[in-house]
């Protein structure tokens, strides 16, 4: 990944990448007829097949860059490419786990995963079978018939990660899909999802607030400046060796060198979004 704006395409004897934003800004209005930037020039590229988190302190416009991947925002300037087409509408090269899960409560688990392949017009039996599969790889094989309501948080992320995976997406978008978890269920949801991603040629963008987190399962950590008008300040590659287990990862000697110093980097930038809030407040 780049924080400079990505060269122009030449040939085709490299892959495109997976996601670049090229100069995007996001302008939106404020009800008294203002507005304001939430991120501005940025310039990102995420290969296929890379793991990116994206970190930055609260404001810093984390979600508004995953939604522009999505297609779900539309860039005020700057173009955001996928796969080197332009992203226009939804982006149908990606699933998309949001913070909170999209379950509907009055389908089962089973009708719930298998939601993305009938949208797309696959036969019920066979949106069933493939879903059952998918039920088994993440550990809910006896869930089928639940409701949501049913299911612990742990199982209901399985659920998700079932539903964004069933339709075999080229990118995997993911805003803080663990945050409600405690502690011991995220990390061994965070292993889950390495397990189904590693090998699987998937980029994936993960925004996080949790550093030890964004460090375990990427291979680059970005991080955004303090916002509005938020940009790429720095970018650090993991070069932790894969597979790795997230239950011991953290004690690892390489893992706390990183998060030394990316924290270091992170912090000045905290430290710039509390003192802005506070002269706001005080003024």
Same mark, same amino acid.
């Given at each position: 990944?780049?924080?400079?704006?990505?060269?122009? !395409?030449?040939?085709?004897?490299?892959?495109? %990448?997976?996601?670049?934003?090229?100069?995007?800004?996001?302008?939106?209005?404020?009800?008294?007829?203002?507005?304001?930037?939430?991120?501005?020039?940025?310039?990102?590229?995420?290969?296929?097949? !890379?793991?990116?988190?994206?970190?930055?302190?609260?404001?810093?416009?984390?979600?508004?860059?995953?939604?522009?991947?999505?297609?779900?925002?539309?860039?005020?300037?700057?173009?955001?490419?996928?796969?080197?087409?332009?992203?226009?509408?939804?982006? !149908?090269?990606?699933?998309?786990?949001?913070?909170?899960?999209?379950?509907? %409560?009055?389908?089962?688990?089973?009708?719930?995963?298998?939601?993305?392949?009938?949208?797309?017009?696959?036969?019920?039996?066979?949106?069933?079978?493939?879903?059952?599969?998918?039920?088994?790889? &993440?550990?809910?094989?006896?869930?089928?018939?639940?409701? %949501?309501?049913?299911?612990?948080?742990?199982?209901?992320?399985?659920?998700?990660?079932?539903?964004?995976?069933? &339709?075999? %997406?080229?990118?995997?978008?993911?805003?803080?899909?663990?945050?409600?978890?405690?502690?011991?269920?995220?990390?061994?949801?965070?292993?889950?999802?390495?397990?189904?991603?590693?090998?699987?040629?998937?980029?994936?963008?993960?925004?996080?607030?949790?550093?030890?987190?964004?460090?375990?399962?990427?291979?680059?950590?970005?991080?955004?400046?303090?916002?509005?008008?938020?940009?790429? &300040?720095?970018?650090?590659?993991?070069?932790?060796?894969?597979?790795?287990?997230?239950?011991?990862?953290?004690?690892?000697?390489?893992?706390?060198?990183?998060?030394?110093?990316?924290?270091?980097?992170?912090?000045?930038?905290?430290?710039?979004?509390?003192?802005?809030?506070?002269? !706001?407040?005080?003024?």
């Amino acid at each position: 990944m780049s924080t400079t704006t990505p060269p122009d !395409r030449r040939g085709d004897a490299a892959p495109e %990448p997976a996601l670049v934003w090229r100069g995007c800004t996001k302008t939106f209005e404020t009800p008294g007829g203002g507005s304001y930037d939430a991120v501005r020039d940025i310039d990102l590229v995420v290969p296929a097949g !890379r793991f990116v988190s994206i970190v930055g302190p609260t404001g810093s416009g984390k979600s508004t860059i995953l939604n522009m991947a999505a297609g779900l925002l539309e860039a005020s300037s700057g173009e955001v490419e996928s796969f080197g087409a332009p992203v226009r509408g939804v982006n !149908r090269r990606a699933s998309y786990m949001f913070q909170q899960d999209a379950l509907l %409560p009055w389908k089962t688990v089973l009708d719930n995963v298998a939601l993305g392949l009938t949208f797309a017009g696959v036969d019920t039996r066979e949106a069933h079978d493939r879903a059952r599969v998918w039920l088994e790889r &993440v550990g809910l094989k006896a869930f089928t018939d639940r409701y %949501p309501h049913q299911l612990s948080g742990g199982m209901r992320k399985r659920t998700a990660i079932a539903q964004a995976w069933i &339709v075999d %997406p080229d990118i995997l978008l993911m805003d803080e899909p663990f945050s409600a978890l405690d502690v011991q269920t995220r990390q061994i949801m965070e292993n889950e999802l390495l397990n189904l991603w590693s090998g699987s040629g998937k980029a994936a963008v993960f925004i996080t607030h949790d550093l030890d987190e964004a460090i375990a399962l990427s291979d680059e950590v970005v991080i955004l400046g303090a916002g509005p008008g938020s940009t790429v &300040v720095a970018t650090y590659e993991i070069d932790i060796p894969r597979p790795r287990d997230l239950l011991e990862i953290r004690d690892d000697p390489a893992f706390i060198d990183l998060h030394r110093e990316i924290w270091g980097r992170l912090k000045q930038e905290v430290e710039r979004t509390y003192a802005a809030q506070n002269e !706001r407040e005080s003024a």
